[in-house]
């Protein structure tokens, strides 16, 4: 006997609709079943979890929680509203992370080697050169498919070890602070150089989410009211039919890469500029591949992705919470996360197939159907 | 009504009651039908009607919902391929399952379940293949064959597990006439020798010739049993489709010779994409205005390719390769021939004429959005939702499209609506020159009825129309002239009146293309 999935022949709008939904709720179940086996309170971890950062919501006294939520959700949602393009044009992006820290490094260029250019200019020209850093980033991957028919799926993840220890070994070499003892960080960016607080007097949301509202509130119009979002979809369904519209596949390439690394270059430099104020070796706990999981949460619509990135970075949060009052360690974050997108793509799967077990006798099989 | 046809000796196969379900679809229900030793049966019916299904079933592809199959008078479950073959039951498929990089033999050898040496497979199947009258090279890449080849393989393939019975799909839909001619002789020396033959067909008139008995299905059901001698070609076709099919009107036109040539391919070639594509050579093609050009051929000489270069899918070399309307188009995209007043209508409906998962309005806007970019698009390329859904409603109607729901995805249609969407978002635009590949392919009688008509009236009201089909009675029924494309080349144009089946079928199996006159002298 051996099992088949099988398309099934029309999909439940209610089910497609309830599917993120389901997922989170498999996921917890799963997640107090995890701590449960290691000897955790599961009620008392998922609250730590999930609720305690909200906390804010209600209580004055916390609302700087609800900041953090926005700090962490920020570069997700960026990363994640490019990587929506990308996917829905069948081309799969999965080096956010690499053009996310080139980005953060071409934007840093400004306050590490010219500190003395001191004006309002170098925040925008700072952002720009984020954008543009991770742009040309991703279009490396671009290239190599639409000339040479490579996998992006490789190339991409490849690219960001590349990135990785190129900033570190910036860092630790010709960027290193030169009054920093020698820790591997480079200086502090001047106050010119600094993505400023929305609102200073609760909390240290910076301007980052702000650009993540506006990219996600853009692409969700451009994928949903323009021709180049009608390409992007009937490229990435159908290929064919896009080249008999007169579309053409090698410039779409180009386009999503593009689109998605400037975003997730965008990504970068506010994180930097607004978040931490200075390169490090680690600049990200993983957000480009994080925004993978957001984009699929999301449905890959932009404005999902603006809710799915609010629910991942709750993971973050809940896992640093649960790590100070529990005691449980950081990697229950990426199990959860691993989870989440285990659950979303399973439903997503059982709504577009069912299981079938071949080999069982003809006569089984219509007695089956009769029963249902 | 089965029970007066019994053979002697006994039924090979029974089927009683046999269904099969598809959601809410029956595809096939209740099916009864019997197969005696030594007789060619034949199924018929429209596409749709549930022939594959039904032989899906008796080859073990797919299980039944309900009813039982006796073979040899034993009920029996047919619950994989593999148990079709050891009672004897062998299949030729319709859409061949061979390796083009491996050689015949090989693909031979990766249907059978033992370890036998290529070696002597290949022996056997070259006996077997002279003694049947199917000349075949073991060792030759399937790559390099031509479609009736490749048939070759399936059938001795199948033959080489010594079946009772041969279930043969659809056999001649890929063949020309002569090669067609061929494998009815040997279908005939299988009968003689005891072996049962179920031929499904669509085709009355090689049904009549061949078959002792036919088995006629309508939308899953049995509407008949008959004896196909007996029957005229348009009784078992009134069988088939269930009312008289509206006849095409096709007035004569005068005075072609003198209108102008609003598409005209020179010198076109191509060198083949992969390697299992085949070049094209040197065509030269005129389409004036009012006339329809047939492409005659069987598949895989060039038609895809040939559509590909017209429509600048692919783009040529020289820009005077293709004219359209006096207008080298030749480096121009399809965006820019269809702005010079061109239309195209590819082979495959759904991913490549159609994106599957769109709604009919979006598929509207796939092939119009450059040449109605004033009425589709606003400022900054928004898309005027409203004016497309107009045009898809005014489409819809004049065409008679029928569907589920106001603006269903393209998948949701059935081909024949599919296609006479796809058709009259072309004819919406009034092209000047439409360029249509196997405008009917698996599509009901009715709707191809349709679909022929409004190609020749778009004809008639001034534009060229080129239609490339593999159906010989389809282009003979609409076509000023035609011409036959083999091997990537392409004969002149035979005016309808002196063409023949033929003369039309020699080319088709390579008759010196370009040379029309010794053909003529040859029939």
Redesign the interface.
Known sequence: MRIELVKR??QSALFSALSPFIALGLTLIAGAIMFSLLGKNPAEALYYYFIDPLTGLWDENNRWQLHELAVKAAPLILIAVGLSVCFLSNNWNIGAEGQFTIGAIVGSILPVMYPDLQSWIVLPLMLLMGMIGGAAYASVPAYLKARFNTNEILTSLMLVYVAQLFLDWLVRGPWRNPGGMNFPETRNFHEYAILPEILPASGRAHWGFAFALIAAVAAWFMLS????G?EV??LG??P???????FSASKMVFFAFIVSGALAGLAGISEVSGAIGQLRPTISPGYGFAAIIVAFLGRLNPLGIVAAGLVLALSYLGGEAAQISIGVSDKVVRAFQGMILFFVLACDTLIHYRVRFV?T???K??EV?QNV | MTATLETEGGNLLEVRGLTKIFGTLKACDNIDLTVGRGEIHALLGENGAGKSTLVKMLFGSLEPNAGEIRWNGQVEQISSPGAARKLGIGMVFQHFSLFDALTAAENIALSLDDDTPIATIAAKAKALSYSYGLPLDPYSLVGDLSVGERQRIEIIRCLLQTPQLIILDEPTSVLTPQEADRLFETLERLRSEGKSILYISHRLEEVKRLCDRATVLRHGKVVGHCDPRKETASSLARMMVGNEVQAVVRDPVQGMDKAAALLEVRNLSRTPATPFSIPLRNINLSARAGEVIGIAGVAGNGQGEFFEAVSGEVQQQDAANVRIRGKDAGRLTISGRRLLGAAFVPEERLGHGAAPRMRLSENLLLSRHATDRKAFLGTAGTVQTRAIATAAQRIIEIMDVRKSGPDPEAAALSGGNLQKFIIGRELDRRPAVMVVNQPTWGVDAGAAARIRQALIELARSGSAVVVISQDLDELFEISDSIAVMHNGELSKPLPIAEATFEKVGLLMGGAEPGHVEPVAELA
């Open positions: 022949p029309q009211r323009t021709l180049r009608f979809k009937v369904q159908s064919r039919a896009g080249r008999f519209a007169g080999g006798p003809a006569v099989a219509a159907s």
